[in-house]
């Protein structure tokens, strides 16, 4: 799946002013991805979304790997099914 994920100009604007791409779940608006930080917290926190697809997941997993690349936060994981254990 092709990553949705865009970084943003202003990092510190608030969730809701931030555009649907800066999202690790763009169409619920979950996860923000602005910085380092947060994309850790998406990826510590990616078992606890509830109410999404196994394809919405994919998407979401695809998005935070890109983030992870932009801000240099490496990622162990292969799929998005290792972050459900």
């Known amino acids: 799946m092709k990553p949705t994920w865009k970084p943003v100009a202003d990092p510190h604007a608030s969730k809701s002013a931030l ?3 800066a ?3 763009p169409k619920e608006r979950k996860e923000p991805l602005v910085d ?3 994309v850790g917290n998406a990826l510590a926190r990616f078992a606890q979304v509830q109410d999404v697809s196994d ?3 994919a998407q979401a997993f695809d998005n935070i790997r890109a983030a992870a690349r932009h801000f240099d936060v490496h990622v162990g994981e292969s799929s998005w099914r290792d972050l459900m254990r």
Do not use: K, W
Request: proline share 8%.
């Open 23 to 25: 999202f690790a779940f």
């Open 19 to 21: 555009p649907d791409s």
């Open 36 to 38: 380092a930080a947060h």
């Open 55 to 57: 394809e919405e997941r």
